[in-house]
């Protein structure tokens, strides 16, 4: 008897033709959870729908996008339609989505807004009560798994940007049974310690891997804690409770490591230029307190009293000079002056005219006789030429008549 012997590729490649010539599964409608959604770089969206049954492989190509008119989130409820197919090369089926609509929000989906609305009203992600992160941060406490990629991360990061800071490392459980419990007593214990910043995350995952960071006992752990606290859970589409309630949410564990650890090589670089820009700001400032100095002390040497006093006697010499020249002028002046006045004199003096022969005649009453009617033949008179007198008797008197 002749058995025939299929390939894997024939099996897979026959089964998948059984599939499409099924009308149903090839317009088909199928509602379920999404789980494990990724966005793909290409642009196609890979993610699984299930429910309490079981669970259904999905894709949504880029060029099927149109579809879908908004952003697929864990935990979302939603009816696809597309066509039901096997995967040849994996020999698995799943659905090729051509359109998602929301059909309800999932069971934790409603939990995590329910939970968000509660705290919201309360005030815990209110920016009033968010404290700042040390810029210079040396103790830095992390609160996550020992050996996920999320501390390793955070090592080379801090490692990288500065080598001198401590890392403090709660070994947490961060999913599952036990997660939130493990949360907190972490956040609790290097709140206790000398700690500037705590880091409390992990890798990505789907919403249920992420769901410990949703729970009400970790949002207020970190609310009431009093060392600042950055969130950083997941990747950077992924958002959870413990996001709004942190002091600062970081997309990675990556980024808080960049935010939390202050790079020392860049910080000395800039207390270099601040250190130089510090003494040459002090050179500057010196050189203009030398000028002014100077000015002051050429200020004080020309209103010093002995400059003064100087000055003074230096004035007073040059009026003294100057008087003493305005003395011999004026001096001088009257000299001349009197010598003219002199040789004025001269020409009017009585002396002057007796020695040009001229006597002068007084009677015996000592009277000057000046015409000869005062005298008489007979008297005595008394003549006074230049070296003494003459004693004459009138003889006889004669007139005269001039011009």
């Known amino acids: 008897m002749t058995?025939?012997?299929y390939t894997v590729g024939q099996v897979n490649a026959y089964i998948k033709n059984m599939f499409t010539q099924d009308y149903m599964l090839n317009r088909i409608?199928?509602?379920?959870?999404?789980?494990?959604?990724?966005?793909?770089?290409?642009?196609?969206?890979?993610?699984?729908?299930?429910?309490?049954?079981?669970?259904?492989?999905?894709?949504?190509?880029?060029?099927?996008?149109?579809?879908?008119?908004?952003?697929?989130?864990?935990g979302q409820q939603i009816v696809v339609f597309g066509q039901v197919n096997v995967y040849e090369r994996g020999g698995s089926y799943q659905l090729y989505a051509r359109e998602i609509r929301l059909d309800g929000e999932g069971v934790l989906y409603e939990r995590f807004q329910a939970l968000k609305r509660e705290l919201e009203e309360m005030g815990m992600f209110?920016?009033?009560?968010?404290?700042?992160?040390?810029?210079?941060?040396?103790?830095?406490?992390?609160?996550?798994?020992?050996?996920?990629?999320?501390?390793?991360?955070?090592m080379n990061i801090s490692r990288r940007r500065n080598p001198f800071v401590q890392l403090i490392l709660y070994p947490a459980l961060v999913q599952g049974e036990g997660a939130k419990e493990s949360i907190v007593k972490g956040i609790r214990m290097l709140d206790q310690d000398d700690i500037d910043v705590i880091?409390?995350?992990?890798?990505?995952?789907?919403?249920?891997?992420?769901?410990?960071?949703?729970?009400?006992?970790?949002?207020?752990?970190?609310?009431?804690?009093?060392?600042?606290?950055?969130?950083?859970?997941?990747?950077?589409?992924?958002?959870?409770?413990?996001?709004?309630?942190?002091?600062?949410?970081?997309?990675?564990?990556?980024?808080?490591?960049?935010?939390?650890?202050?790079?020392?090589?860049?910080?000395?670089?800039?207390?270099d230029v601040r250190r130089s820009q510090l003494q040459g700001y002090l050179r500057r400032k010196m050189e203009v307190s030398r000028l002014r100095i100077e000015k002051y002390e050429t200020k004080l040497k020309y209103l010093h009293p002995e400059h003064k006093l100087q000055e003074d006697r230096q004035r007073l010499a040059d009026t003294e000079e100057k008087l003493h020249m305005l003395l011999h002028r004026k001096v001088e002046q009257y000299r001349h002056r009197f010598a003219v006045y002199m040789e004025q004199m001269k020409g009017l003096s009585?002396?002057?005219?007796?020695?040009?022969?001229y006597a002068y005649i007084e009677d015996v009453d000592k009277k000057a006789v000046r015409s000869i009617e005062q005298v008489r033949c007979g008297d005595h008179l008394s003549?006074?030429?230049?070296?003494?007198?003459?004693?004459?008797?009138?003889?006889s008197v004669k007139e005269e008549r001039h011009g």
């Open 3 to 5: 058995r025939n012997v």
């Open 29 to 74: 409608y199928v509602k379920g959870e999404v789980s494990n959604c990724k966005y793909h770089t290409s642009g196609h969206i890979y993610f699984s729908l299930k429910d309490e049954s079981g669970t259904i492989a999905c894709v949504m190509f880029a060029g099927q996008r149109g579809g879908l008119s908004f952003r697929m989130c864990e």
């Open 126 to 154: 209110a920016s009033e009560y968010k404290m700042p992160i040390p810029a210079y941060a040396q103790r830095i406490g992390v609160v996550t798994a020992p050996t996920g990629a999320a501390i390793r991360d955070i």
């Open 199 to 271: 880091i409390v995350g992990r890798g990505g995952g789907s919403i249920e891997d992420l769901w410990a960071f949703n729970e009400e006992e970790v949002a207020r752990a970190i609310f009431y804690c009093r060392t600042p606290v950055i969130s950083a859970v997941g990747h950077e589409t992924d958002t959870t409770i413990a996001d709004y309630v942190a002091d600062l949410r970081a997309p990675t564990p990556s980024a808080a490591a960049e935010l939390a650890v202050y790079d020392y090589w860049k910080t000395q670089e800039q207390v």
């Open 350 to 357: 009585p002396l002057q005219k007796l020695n040009q022969g």
């Open 383 to 395: 003549a006074y030429v230049t070296d003494g007198s003459i004693q004459v008797t009138v003889e």
